[in-house]
């Protein structure tokens, strides 16, 4: 049985509490259980049961069926100063597209799914290579490395998030372009530091889709999310706007070549069900 997200807000916080010591003795992994926190982020406002491990946070994410991927009923509407950037970027890509078009492109497309409830570490944190013995690893893997990395998480009852679980959690059920809107600002990076919304928790409490050189290996191999590596950034005379688009809640990157995930930032997941 997973927890649906309407059971989950219809809960006391003492019921809640209950429920989350309930998990915690379900888990296959020694998680604490820390206490309910709410979480506020615009608009939002979630309270979710938190949980700790390896000197790591995670949050419990109540299950949900719920609409993803990047859809709009006209085209994007883009701002004077939006269209003279775009002209830009069309020049160094040298390629005739219409913005929409490139949305498409990088985005993911609609759906509606169905996740069960899941944890979810608020901060990416390095996987170290521990060179297990026993973890079984799929030798004829297409991406070998990422094999590798799915399958020493397994081996300590943890795994990597899913697609759809990641862009869930990025937007936190929101539908716009980007969590905190449609809009971003056109005269500096999101890979700098300045306070703005890209930077704090998000409404489940996750520090997620705030740098675009810090990508995230995701349970699909080959796709990443979050960011593209820095590779916009050092595109030359790309405008920041394209930087921007890559911490769109919808953003994918796709990749033909086997980057390895032992040693990089991950964020990891675990299925919960009572």
């Known amino acids: 049985m997973t927890i649906h997200r309407e059971t989950w807000n219809r809960l006391t916080n003492s019921e809640r509490v209950d429920l989350a010591l309930a998990v915690r003795r379900s888990l296959p992994v020694p998680f604490a259980f820390s206490g309910i926190r709410t979480f506020q982020y615009g608009a939002q406002e979630n309270s979710l049961a938190v949980f700790n491990y390896d000197n790591s946070e995670f949050v419990l994410i109540p299950g949900d069926t719920v609409r993803l991927g990047y859809e709009w009923e006209r085209p994007f509407p883009l701002t004077v100063e939006q269209a003279e950037l775009w002209e830009i970027a069309l020049e160094e890509f040298e390629t ?12 993911t497309p609609p759906r509606d799914v169905s996740l069960d409830a899941f944890l979810l570490e608020t901060k990416i944190k390095r996987l170290v290579d521990q060179k297990l013995k026993g973890a079984a690893v799929d030798e004829s893997a297409a ?25 869930y959690a990025c937007g936190a059920g929101v539908r716009t372009l980007y969590r905190w809107g449609e809009d971003a600002p056109m005269d500096w990076s999101p890979s700098e530091d300045r306070g703005w919304l890209q930077s704090g928790p998000n409404a489940f409490g996750l520090t997620i889709a705030n740098n675009p050189w810090q990508w995230e290996a995701i349970h699909e191999p080959g796709f990443r999310r979050g960011g593209d590596g820095g590779g916009m950034s050092c595109g030359g005379g790309m405008p920041y706007m394209l930087e921007w688009l890559l911490l769109a809640t ?22 919960v069900e009572l």
Do not use: C, N
């Not at 005739?96 to 985005?107: G, V």
């Not at 990089?264 to 299925?271: G, K």
């Open 143 to 167: 991406f070998p490395h990422h094999a590798r990395a799915r399958a020493q998480l397994a081996s300590q009852g943890l795994r990597l998030p899913t697609s759809d679980e990641w862009e």
């Open 96 to 107: 005739p597209m219409s913005f929409d078009d490139y949305l498409e492109e990088i985005m």
């Open 250 to 271: 919808a953003y994918i990157d796709k990749e033909d070549f086997d980057r390895p995930v032992l040693g990089d930032d991950v964020r990891r997941a675990l299925t």
